[in-house]
């Protein structure tokens, strides 16, 4: 009845790309805070080193997982 749910969108795997750019949005991070060190103190700067770090990986490990599960979708 409701097979078309399950169904994979023609534009999803070129949707992925979402992921990949929210990750290198994340990068830019790490210059604005190197502009802004002497404001923000060393514990702010290694909290938000650490804050790209993780989210960066995250997304781009998840740019990775979605367009290697809709490989064969194309």
Same mark, same amino acid.
């Given at each position: 009845?409701f097979?078309?749910?399950?169904?994979?969108?023609?534009?999803?795997?070129?949707?992925?790309y979402?992921f990949?750019?929210?990750?290198?949005?994340?990068?830019?991070k790490?210059? +604005?805070?190197? &502009? $802004?060190?002497?404001?923000?103190? %060393?514990? =702010? @700067?290694?909290?938000?080193? +650490?804050?790209? &770090? $993780?989210?960066?990986?995250?997304? %781009?490990? =998840? @740019?990775?997982?979605?367009r290697?599960?809709?490989?064969?979708?194309?």
């Open positions: 009845m097979e078309f749910l399950d169904d994979i969108p023609s534009w999803a795997y070129n949707w992925c979402f990949a750019f929210l990750g290198a949005l994340q990068l830019l790490l210059p +604005l805070a190197l &502009l $802004v060190l002497n404001r923000i103190g %060393f514990v =702010l @700067f290694f909290a938000v080193v +650490l804050d790209v &770090l $993780v989210n960066s990986a995250t997304l %781009f490990t =998840l @740019f990775w997982m979605c290697s599960s809709l490989r064969n979708s194309r």
